[in-house]
């Protein structure tokens, strides 16, 4: 799967700085509020997956215009407030799946890679700043690219790594309905951390740095620490909001004592 994303890198040329910037600094920003406080602001998180699926499903599937979109984001945003615990355990569940589908799609997708490796680069002599606009257009391409070589992948993978697939998302559909606190938090830990790798890659490509060709060196170190980040971040969720949870119960108590003792 790092081959899609090594697309991207060489690729950053012809993208906006500022679409780096803005970008980066968003996902770097969003990262740290779901890593760090991910169960504090579960229902806030829902509410956004909600109104962004639901967009998506406005503009490619229902009626795509603007108030399909808007209408259906509204709708899917109460849906998941209502229903906050079962959406976040199908989170971690979808999450589970995509990540272990990266992992076993690899070799799949870096057959393929060798029919696109040249479209990158047949465009590379284009205007050094590219503007906002053909930078999308840039975008747009990318992700219809990453769509047909996940398709392609998908097709050529067998029944039995599909099973393979399914089998940590039902772990985690278990384990949310009988351990709903850790697997919360677990699922805010790795999209958090998610994100934040993401938003320091965006930023170190800004930089005209180079960062998925080193994770691609040296794997097994960025997952270290990806492991490392998501195992702090899971055990920091339980302990602070936890405490959070405490206080909030022992001051809803001390607010309804005091009325007793001023009658008395």
């Not at 209408?71 to 272990?100: E, N, P, R, Y």
């Not at 680069?121 to 391409?141: D, F, R």
């Amino acid at each position: 799967m790092l081959e899609i994303f090594q697309n991207f890198e060489q690729m950053t040329a012809r993208i906006s700085p500022w679409i780096l910037i803005i970008a980066g600094v968003t996902a770097l920003l969003v990262g740290l509020l779901i890593w760090l406080g991910g169960l504090s602001l579960g229902k806030q998180i829902v509410a956004i997956a909600g109104a962004l699926s639901g967009v998506i499903v406005g503009l490619f599937v229902i009626g795509r215009t603007a108030f399909s979109a808007l209408l259906s984001a509204a709708i899917a945003t109460v849906i998941a407030i209502i229903f906050q615990k079962v959406v976040i355990i199908a989170l971690a569940a979808i999450l589970a799946a995509a990540i272990c589908f990266a992992v076993l799609a690899g070799p799949y997708i870096e057959h393929s890679q060798a029919q696109t490796a040249a479209a990158p680069n047949e465009v590379s002599a284009q205007a050094a700043t590219p503007g906002v606009s053909e930078s999308i257009e840039v975008l747009k391409a990318y992700a219809l690219d990453i769509g047909e070589k996940i398709k392609q992948a998908g097709s050529q993978m067998p029944v039995q790594k599909w099973a393979v697939i399914a089998a940590p998302a039902a772990i985690l559909i278990v384990g949310g309905l009988t351990l709903r606190r850790l697997t919360s938090a677990l699922y805010f830990s790795v999209q958090g951390t998610l994100f934040i790798f993401a938003g320091m890659i965006l930023l170190l490509l800004y930089k005209g740095t180079r960062p998925v060709s080193h994770i691609r060196i040296n794997p097994s170190m960025y997952a270290s620490v990806f492991a490392a980040m998501t195992a702090f971040g899971t055990i920091e969720q339980l302990l602070i909001c936890k405490r959070v949870k405490k206080e909030s119960a022992g001051e809803k108590k001390n607010g309804r004592k005091k009325p007793g003792r001023s009658k008395n």
